[in-house]
C-alpha cells in the first residue's frame, strides 16, 4: 500500500477570510515556505466492503468530527473523479501540537494525492483538490516557496512554486509555546473578520501590495526586507482580528514578540504568527546561533525548506 507524505507550511503573506465558503476562494492571495521538519503521512485503502469512510489518525480511530471532515473530502474526490467506495484513511502526523503549525496544511495536501494516486493528477489540480479540504493545503502541494493565486473560481484558484533562485539559507525557527488548543477555530475566526472587521478591506488591500514587495525581496534574497514584510502582514491579519474583539496572543506570545523586537536592533529575525498563540521566526543560518542563544528557556524546533507532496 502506497503511503505518502506533505509537509506543512508557513504563511509569509497570510491567507485570512473566503470570498466563497464552499469553494474556499480567499479574498487575497498568499505566500508559504513550505517546512522540512514538519509532515504527514497517509495512505487511502478504497473498498467496495466498507459502509462509511474510516479514519485512523496517529494509531488511533480519530474523533467523529475528524473523521466527517476526511469524509466530506473523500465525497469531493468521489464527486469530481467517480470513484464509487468509501475508504480507509490512515494518518501520522509529525507535527508538534506545541508548534502552532496548522497540521490541516500537511494533512489534506497528503490526502489530496493519497486519495487520487491512480488518476496521476498533475500539482495544479492536486492544488485545487488539496484547497478544498483547507487552504493552506493548497500551497503544501510544492517544496520551497509557494505562491497561491487567489483567482476567482475553482480553475483558477490554485498554487504554484515561485520562480527564483534557491535560497537555502532562509530558516525558520517554531518556538514552542502551549499545547492548549487554540482558543477558537481559523474558519469561524475568518469568517467573522470578514463579516464585521472596520479594518478588513484594508487588510486585502494591504495584503496585495506586501506580496509584490515580499516577492521582489524573495528574489533579490533580501531578508531585511522580506521579515520585515512578513512581520508586518502578519500583524495586520492579527489587526483585523483585534477589531472583531478577538485575539491568539498569550503572554509568551508577547514576551517572544519582545524578545525579537530588541534583537532587530542588532540582527535580521523577525516574527510570524497564524491561528494561535505561538510564534515562528524568520532568519537566515549565519544568525541562527545567535538567536538560538536568545531564546534560552524556550522550547524551539529549526526548519529548512522542505519539498512538495510526494509518494514514499
Ligand atoms: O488553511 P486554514 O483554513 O487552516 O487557514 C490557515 C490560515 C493561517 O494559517 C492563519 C494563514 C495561512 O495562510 O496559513
Same mark, same amino acid.
Given at each position: 500500500?502506497?503511503?505518502?507524505? !506533505?509537509?506543512?507550511?508557513?504563511?509569509?503573506?497570510?491567507?485570512?477570510?473566503?470570498?466563497?465558503? !464552499?469553494? &474556499?476562494?480567499?479574498?487575497?492571495?498568499?505566500?508559504?515556505?513550505?517546512?522540512?521538519?514538519?509532515?504527514? %503521512?497517509?495512505?487511502?485503502?478504497?473498498? $467496495? $466492503?466498507?459502509?462509511?469512510?474510516? @479514519?485512523?489518525?496517529?494509531?488511533?480511530?480519530? /474523533?467523529?468530527? #475528524?473523521?466527517?471532515?476526511?469524509?466530506?473530502?473523500?465525497? #469531493?474526490?468521489?464527486?469530481?473523479?467517480?470513484?464509487?467506495?468509501?475508504?480507509?484513511?490512515? /494518518?501520522?502526523?509529525?507535527?508538534?501540537?506545541?508548534?502552532?503549525? !496548522?497540521?490541516?496544511?500537511?494533512? @489534506?495536501?497528503?490526502? $489530496?494525492? +493519497?486519495?487520487?494516486?491512480?488518476?496521476?493528477? %498533475?500539482?495544479?489540480?492536486?492544488?485545487?483538490?488539496?484547497?478544498?479540504?483547507?487552504?493552506?493545503?493548497?500551497?503544501?502541494?510544492? *517544496? *520551497?516557496?509557494?505562491?497561491?493565486?487567489?483567482?476567482?473560481?475553482?480553475?483558477?484558484?490554485?498554487?504554484?512554486?515561485?520562480?527564483?533562485?534557491?535560497?537555502?539559507?532562509?530558516?525558520?525557527?517554531?518556538?514552542?509555546?502551549? #499545547?492548549?488548543?487554540?482558543?477558537?477555530?481559523? /474558519?469561524?475566526?475568518? &469568517?467573522?473578520?470578514?463579516?464585521?472587521?472596520?479594518?478588513?478591506?484594508?487588510?486585502?488591500?494591504?495584503?496585495? &501590495?506586501?506580496?509584490? +514587495?515580499?516577492?521582489? +525581496?524573495?528574489?533579490?534574497?533580501?531578508? #531585511? %526586507?522580506?521579515?520585515?514584510?512578513?512581520?508586518?502582514?502578519?500583524?495586520?491579519?492579527?489587526?483585523?482580528?483585534?477589531?472583531?474583539?478577538?485575539?491568539?496572543?498569550?503572554?509568551?506570545?508577547?514576551?517572544?514578540?519582545?524578545?525579537?523586537?530588541?534583537?532587530?536592533?542588532?540582527?535580521?529575525?523577525? @516574527?510570524?504568527?497564524?491561528?494561535?498563540?505561538?510564534?515562528?521566526?524568520?532568519?537566515?543560518?549565519?544568525?541562527?546561533?545567535?538567536?538560538?542563544?536568545?531564546?534560552?528557556?524556550?522550547?524551539?524546533?529549526? /526548519?529548512?525548506?522542505?519539498?512538495?507532496?510526494?509518494?514514499?
Amino acid at each position: 500500500m502506497t503511503w505518502v507524505r !506533505a509537509h506543512t507550511n508557513i504563511a509569509l503573506i497570510k491567507y485570512w477570510g473566503k470570498k466563497d465558503e !464552499a469553494l &474556499k476562494l480567499p479574498y487575497n492571495s498568499s505566500l508559504s515556505m513550505t517546512l522540512a521538519a514538519f509532515y504527514t %503521512d497517509t495512505k487511502v485503502e478504497y473498498s $467496495a $466492503a466498507l459502509t462509511e469512510d474510516q @479514519f485512523f489518525l496517529d494509531g488511533i480511530e480519530a /474523533s467523529e468530527q #475528524e473523521r466527517l471532515r476526511v469524509s466530506a473530502f473523500l465525497d #469531493e474526490v468521489r464527486r469530481r473523479y467517480g470513484i464509487k467506495h468509501y475508504a480507509r484513511v490512515t /494518518s501520522i502526523n509529525h507535527v508538534p501540537k506545541a508548534a502552532g503549525l !496548522a497540521s490541516s496544511a500537511s494533512a @489534506f495536501a497528503a490526502l $489530496a494525492l +493519497a486519495s487520487t494516486i491512480d488518476l496521476n493528477l %498533475d500539482s495544479e489540480e492536486l492544488s485545487r483538490l488539496a484547497r478544498q479540504g483547507s487552504g493552506s493545503a493548497s500551497r503544501s502541494i510544492y *517544496g *520551497g516557496f509557494v505562491l497561491w493565486e487567489k483567482g476567482s473560481d475553482d480553475k483558477s484558484s490554485y498554487a504554484y512554486p515561485v520562480k527564483m533562485e534557491a535560497w537555502p539559507d532562509l530558516v525558520m525557527i517554531a518556538c514552542l509555546l502551549n #499545547e492548549n488548543k487554540k482558543a477558537f477555530a481559523s /474558519s469561524s475566526a475568518m &469568517k467573522e473578520t470578514v463579516n464585521d472587521s472596520v479594518y478588513y478591506p484594508a487588510w486585502v488591500k494591504q495584503s496585495e &501590495k506586501d506580496l509584490d +514587495a515580499l516577492l521582489k +525581496a524573495l528574489q533579490d534574497h533580501n531578508i #531585511e %526586507d522580506l521579515g520585515r514584510i512578513a512581520q508586518g502582514n502578519a500583524l495586520r491579519m492579527h489587526a483585523s482580528l483585534l477589531a472583531v474583539n478577538k485575539w491568539y496572543f498569550e503572554p509568551e506570545t508577547i514576551e517572544i514578540m519582545n524578545r525579537v523586537r530588541s534583537l532587530q536592533k542588532d540582527i535580521p529575525v523577525y @516574527f510570524t504568527m497564524d491561528a494561535g498563540p505561538n510564534v515562528k521566526l524568520i532568519t537566515t543560518k549565519k544568525y541562527l546561533d545567535t538567536v538560538l542563544e536568545h531564546l534560552n528557556g524556550i522550547k524551539t524546533i529549526v /526548519s529548512e525548506q522542505g519539498p512538495g507532496v510526494h509518494i514514499l
